[in-house]
């Protein structure tokens, strides 16, 4: 089974703190992605990747940055937390031919910024 | 640019009942995929059924299966035999990757409760 690993499922943090999102997934997959889940407004993406050190900005990439080092991990960044940054992040893969294809999850980290 | 929408925030069904999840979609393409993912509380997202645009036999997995219209560009899910465990959030989903693209679009998705 595919596994895709955020490192923390729940984070309280300060306004204008650095944070940062961890995600691994361990089946070698060329994609990843990072989508922002909000209430009443479904999952919306922030940066993919679809290669070791390749980024794309999505569709709500502002006050985000991402790192890509390795195939299998993939890091979402807030350079300064601000409170419109609290939300549910999922980070997801899948391989490089399935590109627009079926999607793998992690289970979440929800952050609350204060 | 594409668009999916579910019209149902919210909707509730008896326990061994059969419920009817709506979904709509926006694009101009011919190729492309369609999704249903399940969230339930606190989990991780799930695929439950995906379709091929190409194909014009709806896909079905167990009790889950889809009405797909192409050409009114609907994709309804529909859970028959309904189990407390279908409880979650369903997000429809479209995806096309012959314009290039690497990303899915969601709908805002349909909260589901069962009914003991």
């Known amino acids: 089974d595919v596994k895709v690993t955020q490192s923390s499922r729940y984070l309280v943090k300060r306004t204008g703190e650095k944070v940062f999102l961890e995600c691994v997934q361990d089946?070698?997959?060329?994609?990843m992605f990072w989508y922002r889940q909000d209430p009443g407004l479904g999952l919306r993406l922030i940066y993919f990747s679809y290669d070791v050190k390749m980024k794309e900005k999505g569709d709500i990439p502002e006050g985000y940055s991402v790192s890509r080092e390795k195939k299998e991990r993939f890091s979402l960044i807030l350079e300064s937390a601000s409170t419109n940054q609290t939300s549910m992040y999922l980070c997801a893969s899948n391989r490089g031919q399935d590109r627009a294809g079926e999607l793998f999850f992690g289970e979440g980290s929800r952050l609350t910024v204060l | 640019a594409q668009t999916v929408t579910q019209s149902q925030p919210e909707m509730s069904v008896q326990e061994a009942e059969t419920v009817t999840l709506s979904c709509t979609y926006d694009t101009s393409e011919s190729d492309y995929y369609l999704f249903w993912y399940k969230q339930p509380p606190s989990r991780q997202m799930i695929l439950v059924i995906r379709q091929e645009a190409y194909k014009q036999q709806n896909a079905t997995e167990n009790r889950f299966s889809v009405n797909f219209q192409k050409a009114a560009k609907s994709f309804s899910l529909k859970i028959s035999d309904s189990q407390l465990g279908d409880a979650a959030m369903y997000f429809c989903?479209?995806?096309?990757?012959?314009?290039?693209?690497?990303?899915?679009?969601f709908g805002k998705g349909t909260k589901l409760s069962v009914i003991p």
């Open positions: 989903a479209y995806g096309n990757p012959g314009a290039g693209s690497y990303q899915l679009t």
């Open positions: 089946m070698d997959h060329e994609n």
